[in-house]
């Protein structure tokens, strides 16, 4: 089975840099994604990470160790848009993928 | 090239109706994922589907079942519900060359009374 763990809130301020923090235990890992979704709206792909280290995608940054089953999000230069929840996906093969329950990130001025 | 969409955006049934929810992949997209969305829970995986196979199965009852069909669009079926079913229903298709990248469709709003 899988079981995966990440803040279920966290607040940061407009311009700061926030690290959102997953931890997951799963059977038949292949890899890690990161989805975005917006209150109201369908989760949006953000990353993939297959290999131990740090893939780095324009503010947005995630690392992956797979020994240590961890994994964040690095999300830098906030922006007010940048609020919403951040998924963390431990994924399997042939599209098996569980999603955690999310954290909802509010940005402030 | 047009998104995923799903059909109905918004449902009301009652408790022990049946219900049909449809989905229509990106083109070219092969592989098509469902998921229930609730507040508590978060997405939970229903069923994958990939030419017109049941790949993967979630840890739902099996009031819920789906199929797929030759043109990739998968429906899904509820039948008996209940009250917490009330959720968000989200599908989702990837093709082979995105890496597992899901393309998430709207979602069907469905309140069960």
């Known amino acids: 089975g899988q079981n995966i763990d990440q803040p279920t809130e966290m607040t940061a301020t407009e311009g700061a840099i926030v690290q959102i923090n997953c931890t997951y235990q799963t059977s038949g890992f292949n890899g890690l994604f990161w989805y975005q979704q917006h209150a109201g709206e369908a989760p949006t792909f953000l990353s993939y990470n297959v290999l131990d280290g740090l893939e780095e995608k324009g503010r947005f940054s995630s690392f992956l160790s797979r020994s240590k089953g961890y994994s964040y999000l690095l999300l830098k230069e906030l922006q007010m848009k940048d609020s919403a929840s951040y998924l963390c996906a431990p994924g399997g093969g042939y599209q098996k993928v569980t999603f955690g329950i999310g954290t909802k990130l509010q940005v402030i001025p | 090239k047009a998104g995923v969409t799903q059909t109905p955006r918004y449902l009301i049934k009652t408790r022990g109706q049946q219900v049909t929810l449809s989905c229509s992949p990106i083109?070219?997209?092969?592989?098509v994922s469902w998921y229930q969305q609730t507040p508590g829970q978060g997405l939970q995986f229903l069923f994958e589907?990939?030419?017109?196979?049941?790949?993967n199965k979630g840890n739902f009852p099996g009031r819920f079942s789906g199929r797929q069909f030759s043109n990739s669009r998968s429906e899904m079926n509820v039948s008996t519900l209940e009250l917490g079913d009330s959720a968000l229903y989200l599908c989702?298709?990837?093709?082979?060359?995105?890496?597992?990248?899901?393309?998430f469709g709207p979602g069907t709003r469905l309140t069960v009374l």
């Open positions: 989702a298709s990837s093709g082979l060359s995105n890496r597992g990248e899901q393309f």
């Open positions: 589907y990939f030419s017109e196979t049941q790949r």
């Open positions: 083109s070219g997209h092969r592989s």
